[in-house]
T-cell receptor, first 118, second 115 residues
């Protein structure tokens, strides 16, 4: 099946610093990538949808200047949490999908990134 | 936006027994996709099974099967011969063909498998 790699798996940073999370589709071209945030024992909350080569579409209530998303290629999307604060501590998950036969319109998920802001 | 409801926050099953997780959804669309994803303690989301709304036949993947009732907007997951490795959070998801592949997730059901 399709594989999505997300890196890093865990990052600890100081308040005020920026953190970049990478999401790569390893064996297929991801026309669309999604970024989710998940709080403990809760469901996934969609933050934004990004299509290769275009600006990301953010969900209501998500600060686009706070959570910068770049989808520069068909295999890579990045989420940068700028000027991170303790309230940004969470589990961030990316997923990727393709219109191609391989992915069959399924979302394949990365393993997630645990962000801890001190 | 479509809504997906999982009314069972927690479920438990004896090892080797069968358990059914419920999911209902609200939509006015006729063509869509439904999914069950599993999230074990590792937190990696794993696709369990998918169903296209235009298919009347219920999807099956080994010990996992669904009961898709389109008119009732119900999409339950049956796990047969439950194994310890089935313990996880299970999320039901709805995908509309008209919203750029966006998924709508339910709130999840935590499944415990009792040895």
């Amino acid at each position: 099946g399709a594989v999505v790699s997300q890196h890093p798996s865990w990052v600890i940073c100081k308040s005020g610093t920026s953190v970049k999370i990478e999401c790569r589709s390893l064996d297929f071209q991801a026309t669309t990538m999604f970024w989710y945030r998940q709080f403990p024992k809760q469901s996934l909350m969609l933050m934004a949808t990004s299509n290769e080569g275009s600006k990301a579409t953010y969900e209501q209530g998500v600060e686009k200047d706070k959570f910068l998303i770049n989808h520069a290629s068909l295999t890579l999307s990045t989420l940068t949490v700028t000027s991170a604060h303790p309230e940004d501590s969470s589990f961030y998950i990316c997923s990727a999908s393709s219109q191609g036969v391989l992915a069959k319109n399924i979302q394949y998920f990365g393993a997630g990134t645990r962000l801890s802001v001190l | 936006a479509q809504t997906v409801t999982q009314s069972q926050p927690e479920m438990s099953v004896q090892e080797a027994e069968t358990v059914t997780l419920s999911c209902t959804y609200d939509t006015s669309e006729s063509d869509y996709y439904l999914f069950w994803y599993k999230q074990p303690p590792s937190r990696q989301m794993i696709l369990v099974i998918r169903q296209e709304a235009y298919k009347q036949q219920n999807a099956t993947e080994n010990r996992f099967s669904v009961n898709f009732q389109k008119a009732a907007k119900s999409f339950s997951l049956k796990i047969s011969d439950s194994q310890l490795g089935d313990a996880a959070m299970y999320f039901c998801a709805y995908r509309s063909p008209d919203t750029g592949n966006q998924f709508y997730f339910g709130t999840g059901t935590s499944l415990t498998v009792i040895p």
